[in-house]
């Protein structure tokens, strides 16, 4: 049996109606409305997923998914009323692979839900696991899902892994937004869907010297991103 998609949420109300919609697409389902509550849950039983409201009554949804983040290796979608840029990012940078703005259409919640759990899989099965770039400053381990950048080990998420590995796998050629949603996020573009350049943002930060000169990866102003390293010859 598949373990549950833990519900993080104190609102018992929307909790019971996104557990409602899980299960009906198959999901079992466990519910949380605390921090403590869902680390215990978390630890008991090793979720497939979490779900995450923000705003918990006894402390920070935010540090929360960084602490169940060091628990396992399972997806985390934020669910939250906060829905500036900033504050966006700052949650992909936590560990969040997915994020949506109250008030969130369940049915769609449902959809991301799949498309993130897809991405683990098909993450966690990829065959050709190294690839180096630019005589080995740049490694990436996909079996592992693992970057090492200078012989530093570095932690992405596995979104942010699966955005570079998918410009990696063709150096020089420009993506547009539209070929990266569908590729590293796993559904269809909407024209107002920024998650690209969020997750671009944190790699940046994360696989740069200099974030604002990035030697790898590169905005194509009107187009989409490319990566510009060199794939090394073995
Ligand atoms: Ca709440």
């Known amino acids: 049996m598949l373990p549950p998609v833990l519900i993080v949420e104190d609102d018992t109300k929307l909790a019971r109606i996104v557990k409602?919609?899980?299960?009906?697409?198959?999901?079992r389902t466990a519910h949380a409305?605390?921090?403590?509550?869902?680390?215990?849950?978390?630890?008991?039983?090793?979720?497939?997923a979490v779900i995450l409201d923000l705003g918990l009554p006894d402390g920070s949804g935010e540090e929360l998914c960084q602490?169940?983040?060091?628990?396992?290796d399972f997806p985390v979608i934020m669910l939250t009323a906060k829905s500036s840029e900033e504050e966006r990012i700052a949650g992909f940078s936590l560990g969040a692979d997915d994020y949506m703005v109250k008030p969130a259409s369940p049915r769609e919640l449902v959809c991301r839900l799949k498309a993130v759990l897809k991405r683990?899989?098909?993450?966690?099965?990829?065959?050709?696991?190294?690839?180096?770039?630019?005589?080995?400053?740049?490694?990436?381990?996909?079996?592992?899902?693992?970057?090492?950048?200078?012989?530093?080990?570095?932690?992405?998420?596995?979104?942010?892994?699966?955005?570079?590995?998918?410009?990696a796998a063709s150096p020089g050629r420009t993506f547009t937004r539209?070929?990266?949603?569908?590729?590293?996020?796993?559904?269809?573009?909407?024209?107002?869907?920024?998650?690209i350049d969020a997750h671009i943002k944190n790699l940046r930060q994360k696989i740069e010297r200099d974030p604002r000169?990035?030697?790898?990866?590169?905005?194509v102003y009107g187009v989409g991103y490319l990566f510009a390293g060199e794939r090394d010859a073995l």
Not at 130 to 147: C, E, K, P, V, Y
């Open 20 to 27: 409602a919609y899980l299960e009906g697409a198959d999901f």
């Open 33 to 48: 409305s605390t921090v403590r509550e869902a680390l215990q849950k978390a630890e008991v039983e090793l979720p497939l």
């Open 67 to 72: 602490s169940l983040k060091e628990l396992g």
């Open 120 to 167: 683990y899989e098909r993450n966690s099965s990829s065959p050709d696991s190294i690839a180096s770039f630019n005589n080995g400053a740049l490694i990436l381990n996909s079996l592992r899902h693992q970057i090492t950048k200078d012989g530093r080990s570095i932690s992405v998420t596995p979104t942010e892994f699966k955005l570079l590995q998918a410009l």
């Open 178 to 195: 539209d070929e990266l949603v569908s590729r590293a996020l796993g559904y269809q573009f909407e024209g107002y869907d920024r998650s």
């Open 213 to 219: 000169l990035p030697e790898y990866l590169k905005t």
